[in-house]
């Protein structure tokens, strides 16, 4: 197994929750712009390793979620921004450049603390 991406999310604005309804979330690092922090999970490092590809699995804490679809700016936004959507509605196409498609699933409780990673087996 080899760690891809890993971060912990260290605030939470204040109607990031409510993307959870609609099966998403939103993360960006701490320097996002102010009208943005207020939907995103906020977090510090940023440790972009390798491309995140389909098949490569996503952890919540200890909870996974295969990659379905990786969209086009996935990997250049989490390098430079740590700012991407985590889509858990099952899709198998990339339809948004900034997204990445998960497996339909309930997503885990996020909050400050939690750890995002992403692994290649």
Request: proline share 2%; glycine share 6%.
């Given at each position: 197994m080899k760690?891809?991406?890993?971060?912990?999310?260290?605030?939470?604005?204040?109607?990031?929750?409510?993307?959870?309804?609609?099966?998403?979330f939103i993360t960006f690092k701490e320097d996002a712009p102010e009208d943005l922090k207020?939907?995103?999970?906020?977090?510090?490092?940023?440790?972009?390793?390798?491309e995140i590809k389909?098949?490569?699995?996503?952890?919540?804490?200890d909870i996974g979620y295969k990659i379905k679809a990786v969209g086009e700016l996935v990997n250049t936004n989490l390098n430079e921004l740590g700012h991407i959507t985590?889509?858990?509605?099952?899709?198998?196409?990339?339809?948004?450049?900034?997204?990445?498609?998960?497996?339909?699933?309930?997503?885990?409780p996020i909050g400050v603390g939690t750890i995002i990673k992403i692994i290649r087996n």
């Open positions: 760690v891809i991406y890993r971060t912990r999310i260290e605030d939470v604005g204040k109607k990031a929750q409510e993307f959870l309804k609609a099966n998403m207020e939907y995103c999970f906020i977090h510090y490092e940023n440790n972009l390793i390798d389909p098949e490569d699995m996503l952890y919540l804490n985590y889509n858990f509605l099952g899709e198998a196409e990339a339809k948004v450049g900034g997204t990445l498609y998960l497996e339909k699933k309930e997503i885990a």
